[in-house]
């Protein structure tokens, strides 16, 4: 009989994923020119290259300095956000660039569970390379495990509520949740339908992926 996994393994495994996304990521942006940096995102407001910024701040936070930033901004999380994308851009795309890949394999954190880090880093990949036309084929294992954090989580990002009374069901992967219509489709394209990127929603079906469409353009 195998030994049971410890919490410290189940976060090794967790952190190792991470790790693999950052560098994959660093890797497809290597070689974007000064327009493609500028490209619009996903993140509404939010440039590639700012959105980059944003990744590398989240992976430089401790929980002392994160509760510092909330503080100093009165816990406008809005301007905290903003004030730490301003610290991590640097003068040019390739200083951004340099600085994410410092901190491809940090293990620093906010006060979030390390699945939530997993998430930022798939998610906001994603808000990146879809604008540029950057496919990656990510493991399927990695992004069940993701879909199933955020299937029972609204942590940093509304997700369990967004698919309430729905069934979910991947069809490239075993992730299958919830109960009601049924939305299906890969389970990237449901992972970012939870986190409300409507634009994946083109590529779900069945009765309920009208209702989940709504539910991601509704503030």
Same mark, same amino acid.
């Given at each position: 009989?195998?030994?049971?996994?410890?919490?410290?393994?189940?976060?090794?495994?967790?952190?190792?994923?991470?790790?693999?996304?950052?560098?994959?990521?660093?890797?497809?942006?290597?070689?974007?020119?000064?327009?493609?940096? *500028?490209?619009?995102?996903?993140?509404?407001?939010?440039?590639?290259?700012?959105?980059?910024?944003?990744?590398?701040?989240?992976?430089?936070?401790?929980?002392?300095?994160?509760?510092?930033?909330?503080?100093?901004?009165?816990?406008?999380?809005?301007?905290?956000?903003?004030?730490?994308?301003?610290?991590?851009?640097?003068?040019?795309?390739?200083?951004?660039?340099?600085?994410?890949?410092?901190?491809?394999?940090?293990?620093?954190?906010?006060?979030?569970?390390? *699945?939530?880090?997993?998430?930022?880093?798939?998610?906001?990949?994603?808000?990146?390379?879809?604008?540029?036309?950057?496919?990656?084929?990510?493991?399927?294992?990695?992004?069940?495990?993701?879909?199933?954090?955020?299937?029972?989580?609204?942590?940093?990002?509304?997700?369990?509520?967004?698919?309430?009374?729905?069934?979910?069901?991947?069809?490239?992967?075993?992730?299958?949740?919830?109960?009601?219509?049924?939305?299906?489709?890969?389970?990237?394209?449901?992972?970012?339908?939870?986190?409300?990127?409507?634009?994946?929603?083109?590529?779900?079906?069945?009765?309920?992926? *009208?209702?989940?469409?709504?539910?991601?353009?509704?503030?």
């Amino acid at each position: 009989m195998s030994p049971p996994t410890t919490n410290l393994q189940q976060e090794s495994g967790l952190w190792s994923l991470v790790h693999a996304e950052r560098a994959a990521l660093a890797a497809d942006l290597a070689d974007l020119n000064d327009q493609q940096w *500028a490209t619009p995102s996903l993140c509404t407001g939010f440039t590639v290259r700012q959105v980059l910024a944003h990744l590398t701040a989240g992976a430089s936070l401790n929980p002392v300095r994160w509760m510092a930033g909330v503080i100093r901004c009165r816990f406008d999380f809005d301007k905290q956000v903003a004030m730490r994308l301003a610290e991590q851009l640097g003068p040019t795309p390739t200083e951004t660039l340099a600085g994410f890949r410092r901190v491809v394999t940090s293990t620093t954190k906010p006060p979030l569970p390390t *699945a939530a880090m997993l998430g930022e880093t798939i998610v906001h990949a994603e808000d990146i390379r879809r604008p540029l036309g950057i496919r990656r084929d990510y493991p399927i294992a990695t992004l069940s495990r993701l879909a199933n954090y955020y299937q029972g989580s609204d942590l940093v990002v509304l997700a369990k509520g967004r698919i309430v009374g729905l069934r979910l069901l991947a069809s490239d992967g075993p992730f299958a949740t919830g109960s009601g219509p049924l939305v299906s489709g890969s389970t990237l394209a449901l992972i970012m339908a939870m986190t409300g990127r409507v634009i994946y929603c083109d590529e779900l079906d069945g009765d309920g992926a *009208a209702t989940l469409r709504a539910r991601c353009t509704t503030p």
